[in-house]
């Protein structure tokens, strides 16, 4: 009925006047803003008097200024205004789209644009900004080929090379700024600041009446100069055609610094970088584990979170980035924080110690066990499975700590200790619960993967990694891909039925697969979160981008790790060997279809030395006995090996 069916509010718009507003414009209270609101649109609110400005708050700001402050702590001054433009090693990580993290450009197509544009000045990166958009984009080419010399620079044709080149050269000819348009009219067509931004607006609005005036304006203008008819028509049209998708240049510089600078910091404070850009992404595990995945490629360390080390934010020791105590899902920044606090008195020497010291009404029973399943605890309890167990009992003995320590009341034996209590006994998780746990409390694998003893032999030769897919061949149509499934997202599809976008982890890092309606009816028991499969994946490219879909799927179980004759068994001196004689007892009972070969124990004696020894008989040598064995505490490697 041509009626609002909402009044809203713009994220980032401000008005001011030069008088009280309410003499201007009728105001309006939105419920959820602190401020009045205009109760015109942006467009009439201009015209009753006001000047509209977008203040926009960018996070990566704050990245930024918490790198600079982390880098200071080692003694390092930045004055991050003041950064040289011509870093080498800034361009050349660039150039190689190493750019998770920096500003602006880390989508694919961006990354893409980045190693073909082989980016070595400033002006390339405010280029890239302005031209990464519906419409412009389809110069990206022109311009990457003309900066490489394999396609000639031209500036439409000879008589107008002397007007345009003084202008267009940065952009080796290309019209990529709105300012560029502005700068022709003035030179070619004698406009003045005032009408030059007249002409911007009115080609960027398609404003058919004032485009007419316009026309007339700036052929009489060029006309006057001595341009003649022909190309002041075909100026104007390339203008005109441009102002579909114009760009303020002012505008891109300003963001095209933010993505050099966050560049730089990457490129020259790497733990720093990562540190502070972790800590903008605290609770978005997905970009966590992203962040984290990165690290591992630079060769920097992530220290496990500590109750003894960590703070709740995430800090830098030495040449490593500690994980903050608050990143881990289900205990709270404000809680880790006063864990921090109380360990200003000193280091916890225990678990009782710990809960006496710290607040039971931010640190409650579920916080316990977080940090336990994260390996928070491991410095004063190293069997997790058992700090677990007791953090009910700790969590009473927090409780009764802060009763004393607030009755201001002194007990009849306040001079004597407080007993210890005594921690429930608990057989140690194994390596898969262990991992597995850590997943629910971290949000992803930290302290290893469920699939690192597949990085060996001859399964390593027939998967691709997920950090390996960018790097196939074009002639590669189908992969081979293992992975612990992390999510899966139906969506319904167009034709009917469903689609799902599957999340999994290699040991690499993640990756996202598209599995049909028909996969998915027939897998979907398969694509369970936590299940272990191996898939065939379909390749495809799409407009220079590869696209990957599942082609099949089977759980790793069932999927032959190889021709290998046995496997492999590390373990500790005191690790149960009647839970390792349970798990080989299991072992010959298995399918008789299964790859069988020898089962060779490792065990280390005095000092270094390692004593092997081999099982009598056959055993199944596939995934099934790699993870029944990995369940069993002390078992530390499992892994195929030759006979």
């Known amino acids: 009925e041509g009626l609002y069916r909402n009044a809203s509010t713009h994220a980032a718009g401000i008005v001011i006047g030069d008088r009280p507003l309410v003499d201007l414009v009728g105001l309006y209270r939105d419920p959820r803003s602190d401020i009045p609101a205009t109760q015109f649109n942006m467009k009439w609110a201009e015209a009753a008097g006001l000047v509209k400005f977008d203040f926009l708050g960018l996070k990566t700001l704050t990245v930024i200024q918490r790198a600079v402050e982390l880098i200071k702590q080692k003694g390092v001054e930045v004055d991050i205004q003041k950064l040289p433009l011509d870093d080498k090693k800034t361009y050349e990580m660039l150039q190689r789209g190493e750019v998770v993290g920096v500003f602006q450009v880390e989508s694919q197509g961006m990354r893409r644009a980045l190693v073909d544009m082989i980016p070595d000045r400033f002006e390339d990166l405010i280029v890239l900004v302005a031209l990464y958009r519906p419409g412009p984009m389809a110069n990206i080419p022109t311009y990457c080929n003309r900066k490489k010399g394999l396609e000639e620079t031209t500036y439409y044709n000879d008589a107008l090379t002397p007007w345009l080149k003084p202008i267009l050269e940065p952009t080796f ?4 700024y709105q300012e560029q348009v502005m700068q022709i009219a003035r030179d070619m067509a004698g406009y003045s600041f005032g009408e030059a931004d007249l002409l911007r607006r009115a080609m960027g609005k398609k404003i058919r009446a004032e485009m007419d005036k316009q026309r007339v304006r700036f052929m009489q203008g060029a006309i006057d100069k001595g341009v003649s008819e022909a190309d002041a028509d075909l100026t104007f049209e390339a203008c005109a055609k441009f102002a579909d998708y114009g760009f303020n240049k002012s505008h891109s510089a300003p963001y095209a610094l933010l993505t050099y600078q966050t560049a730089w910091l990457k490129a020259n404070h790497p733990v720093e970088f990562l540190a502070a850009s972790m800590s903008l992404d605290a609770g978005n595990t997905d970009k966590l584990a992203v962040f984290f995945q990165e690290a591992r490629r630079m060769g920097v360390v992530v220290r496990p979170p500590d109750v003894n080390a960590s703070c709740a934010d995430f800090t830098v020791e030495g040449d490593a980035v500690r994980y903050a105590l608050g990143a881990i899902k289900g205990v709270g920044k404000p809680a880790m924080a006063s864990v921090e606090r109380a360990r200003e008195e000193g280091e916890f020497r225990d678990l009782q110690d710990f809960a006496q010291r710290v607040d039971p009404r931010l640190v409650n029973r579920r916080c316990f066990e977080a940090l336990a399943k994260a390996g928070a605890f491991h ?5 997790r499975a058992r700090a677990f167990a007791a953090a009910s009992m700790l969590s009473t003995v927090a409780t ?39 997943l629910a409390s971290v949000g992803f694998f930290l302290s290893g993967h469920p699939l690192d003893d597949l990085m060996t032999g001859e399964m390593r030769t027939r998967i691709t990694l997920a950090a390996e897919r960018e790097q196939i061949g074009a002639e590669r149509q189908f992969l081979d891909m293992i992975g612990v499934v992390r999510s899966r997202v139906e969506k319904p599809a167009k034709a009917g039925g469903k689609f799902a976008i599957v999340t999994l982890s290699d040991p690499s890092g993640e990756y996202e697969l598209f599995v049909n309606d028909e996969l998915l009816q027939n897998s979907r028991d398969i694509l369970e979160v936590g299940e272990r499969v191996m898939c065939r994946v379909r390749v495809r490219r799409v407009d220079e981008e590869l696209r990957f879909s599942m082609d099949g799927v089977k759980k790793l179980s069932q999927a032959s790790i190889g021709s290998h004759e046995a496997l492999l068994v590390r373990i500790s001196s005191d690790a149960p060997l009647e839970h390792i004689a349970q798990v080989i007892k299991g072992l010959q009972k298995g399918p008789s279809q299964s ?3 020898e089962i060779l124990l490792e065990i280390p004696v005095e000092g270094d030395r390692v004593v092997t020894i081999a099982l009598d008989g056959r055993y199944p040598v596939d995934f099934g006995a790699m993870q029944a064995f990995k369940s069993v505490p002390g078992v530390s490697q499992v892994r195929p090996a030759a006979a």
Do not use: C, H, M, Y
């Not at 000819?173 to 990529?176: A, F, K, L, N, S």
């Not at 410095?379 to 069997?383: A, C, F, G, L």
């Not at 002194?410 to 597995?436: Q, T």
């Open 400 to 438: 009764e700590a802060e009763e004393r320590r607030s009755s201001n009341q002194g007990g009849l034996f306040d001079a004597e200790p407080v007993p210890k209590v005594r921690l429930p006994d608990a057989k140690p998780w194994g390596e898969s619960e262990r991992l597995d746990n850590e």
């Open 595 to 597: 790859a069988r070969g």
């Open 379 to 383: 410095s004063i309890e190293p069997n």
């Open 173 to 176: 000819g290309i019209i990529t």
